[in-house]
């Protein structure tokens, strides 16, 4: 009798054995004439980027492989390759989980949104305006986008359990939050501690908190609000008619944990608010909330859990490939093949060309990370003298890190989509017609905003 096991995993090995070929086929091609070793490297690059988006391999070994090519193939210093774990990016991501940790395990959140949801939504669309204003609001609660769209997910499911039950409205409702979470985090550089710092990381940039929020919020909440209509426009059927159910409001009411936790977050706060005067950068005002969450008994040694050395060794890799592609020499190649492809950067139509090419590099390479670490370093470089370090990595960054037409896009919508709260078909119904917005809003939004700041 056949093993019913035996099938999907050969399955499975047949489609791996597939994909380590493309690093020998690219050896055998050389494309761009670039060298053995080069081609090898990005060969493994796009091997590895395969095994992320479908989950064949398993990422801690895809990610730990990557790492191995680079250090043995990739002719760059190996301090260079671990820059991530050696660099206070991961002070900060680590302190944001601590942070999220606190603030979601007092209640705190957790009241406060029960509460906005029965008092102000009337109808489903007012529920999607919610799931925008909340993800936008709790990112200084919670400044990381993992734990804000988790949590807010089980808030709306406890809200929707006790109304009149509708499967899709449902999915449709879900969907809205990891949409928001998308676009909203890129208001603030702590909205997602990864997305943005890996964007700041990758333009060896010193954006301070004060430099982020002047050259993004402003068009952030406008895109955020543009995002919002346009989603209740395109699910427009699935939202239709008034919330039904129980007539009795939350009320908002915090324990003492719960008051702690908030107590420290608002200190938080106004210490980012306020960095252009003590000069206190955000990471050290992380670990400084941290380090108050545990003074108050809101977080223990127990809470180190959340923080896992999977996604550090993820995170490790994704920020090392920017790095090997330039020491080695391989974005060299790449520029000069875009150079030819693009128009000159002189011309008008370089910056409308040049999003079209991110925001289509971004659907091949899957990870907004991966597209940040290639595209970033390769773009300053072909544009020196002519644009801004900031202005390129803020340019490459709004092109990509809310544009999606699958999950495996954005590693949030990865979150919401294998917990089964939507389908394929909600994401790329939505992302086809976002497509349009993303491209629009850098034009009409964040370009005349960035002259505006004198950013441009």
Not at 81 to 87: R, T, V
Not at 113 to 119: G, I, K, P, R
């Amino acid at each position: 009798m056949r093993n019913s096991h035996s099938d999907p995993k050969r399955k499975n090995s047949v489609r791996v054995a597939l994909t380590l070929l493309l690093p020998v086929a690219m050896v055998l091609a050389r494309p761009l004439g670039m060298t053995a070793g080069q081609s090898f490297v990005l060969g493994s690059l796009f091997t590895v980027i395969a095994w992320w988006g479908t989950g064949w391999v398993k990422r801690n070994i895809a990610s730990a492989m990557l790492l191995l090519v680079f250090l043995l193939f990739g002719h760059t210093p190996v301090v260079q390759i671990f820059n991530f774990p050696l660099s206070g990016n991961i002070v900060m991501i680590v302190a944001a989980y601590l942070l999220s940790e606190g603030i979601v395990q007092s209640g705190a959140v957790d009241s406060l949104s029960d509460y906005l949801l029965s008092t102000y939504c009337k109808t489903y669309a007012h529920m999607v305006i919610a799931s925008f204003v909340l993800c936008t609001v709790l990112i200084f609660a919670i400044p990381q986008p993992f734990p804000r769209v988790v949590l807010l997910a089980a808030i709306y499911i406890n809200f929707l359990r006790e109304r009149p039950e509708n499967e899709e409205r449902k999915k449709v409702l879900l969907f809205s939050i990891f949409v928001a979470a998308t676009v909203t985090s890129l208001m603030f550089v702590n909205g997602d501690v990864i997305v943005n710092c890996a964007a700041v990381e990758f333009g060896d940039l010193e954006l301070s908190f004060a430099s982020w929020t002047r050259y993004m919020t402003v068009p952030t909440m406008i895109a955020s609000a543009l995002t919002a209509l346009l989603f209740i426009a395109v699910f427009r059927r699935e939202l239709q008619g008034p919330i039904e159910g129980p007539g009795a409001k939350a009320t908002f009411s915090v324990g003492p944990e719960g008051k702690r936790a908030l107590a420290v977050t608002a200190v938080v706060v106004l210490l980012w608010l306020t960095e252009p005067v003590h000069g206190i950068g955000a990471a050290s005002v992380a670990a400084i909330g941290v380090a108050g969450m545990f003074a108050v008994r809101v977080l223990k040694l127990k809470d180190f859990k959340v923080v896992s050395p999977g996604l550090m060794l993820f995170l490790t890799a994704q920020f090392a490939i920017g790095r090997v592609l330039v020491a080695s020499g391989i974005v060299g190649h790449i520029r000069i093949a875009l150079t030819h492809m693009l128009p000159a950067p002189e011309h008008a139509l370089f910056l409308p060309a040049l999003v079209l090419a991110l925001m289509a590099l971004h659907m091949v390479m899957g990870s907004v990370i991966t597209a940040l670490s290639f595209s970033i370093p390769m773009l300053i470089a072909m544009t020196e003298g002519l644009y801004s370090p900031e202005l390129i990595a803020l340019l490459v960054l709004v092109s990509v890190a809310w544009h999606f037409l699958l999950p495996f896009h954005h590693v949030t919508l990865v979150i919401g989509f294998g917990s089964g709260f939507y389908e394929n078909r909600h994401v790329l119904r939505f992302g086809a017609v976002l497509t349009l917005l993303v491209f629009a809003s850098v034009f009409l939004l964040y370009i005349p905003w960035w002259k505006l700041t004198g950013l441009m």
